[in-house]
């Protein structure tokens, strides 16, 4: 296990940037995000974990901040988003989540600050989202943009979800949906309701797009 997690570590980047050059990439909505960074708000990215390599590669080198878990899945995730330029705040929602929400909290509260999150992660159901982003995004007033990407040539792995990997040659579609506001004074469950609806909504979308 240990060598396979250095040979995923030392290989990863090239790897996924190799699979994402050779593909043409098509960016939709993208000035819903730069409005609002622009403006000094801070906004939670929300992509579902069967769709994480996208943002993973599309926002590279941009600073931004992503949650992953406490697992070796994760361990591997984060050191090559880190070489990429990524910031990565640990814990879950079975593991470490008080402190992981505590440093996304903080995070937030800086102006014009993004974080990647996948509500339905790290363990799923899948497309089902926890309350964590809703809850950061109601306490430091920071916008909630569902995400999503989908590619014409892809390998599916199946685990507990749908994992999405490209393969080289083809095209990929990257979606920003509509935004969320999340007023501290409403229900969090229905706004997290709202959360998951529209994320289900703009991959479906998106994907069907993609194929017309």
Not at 8 to 12: L, S
């Given at each position: 296990m240990a060598g396979k997690k250095k040979t995923?570590?030392?290989?990863?980047k090239p790897l996924i940037g190799?699979?994402?050059r050779t593909n043409r990439i098509t960016m939709i909505n993208e000035e819903v995000l730069l409005k609002a960074l622009a403006n000094g708000r801070s906004v939670i990215l929300c992509c579902w974990h069967g769709r994480l390599l996208f943002?993973?590669?599309?926002?590279?080198k941009r600073g931004f901040h992503a949650l992953a878990g406490l697992h070796d899945d994760a361990d591997i995730v984060s050191q090559i988003g880190e070489k990429m330029?990524?910031?990565f705040i640990r814990g879950s929602s079975s593991s470490g989540g008080k402190e992981a929400y505590r440093e996304m909290v903080e995070v937030l509260s800086s102006p014009g600050q993004a974080i990647v999150v996948t509500p339905d992660g790290?363990?799923?159901?899948e497309h089902v989202a926890k309350v964590g982003a809703v809850k950061a995004a109601q306490r430091t007033d920071a916008l909630l943009i569902p995400i999503t990407g989908h590619a014409t040539r892809r390998w599916e792995i199946a685990n507990w979800d749908t994992f999405e990997v490209p393969k080289p040659f083809g095209r990929i579609r990257f979606a920003f949906g509509?935004?969320?506001e999340a007023d501290a004074e409403s229900s969090t469950e229905k706004l997290n309701?709202?959360?998951e609806n529209r994320m289900i909504s703009?991959?479906?979308?998106?994907?069907?797009?993609?194929?017309?």
């Open positions: 995923g570590i030392r290989f990863g190799m699979l994402f943002p993973l590669h599309c926002f590279r330029g990524w910031h790290p363990q799923g159901p509509e935004p969320l309701s709202k959360l703009l991959q479906q979308g998106n994907d069907a797009q993609l194929i017309s």
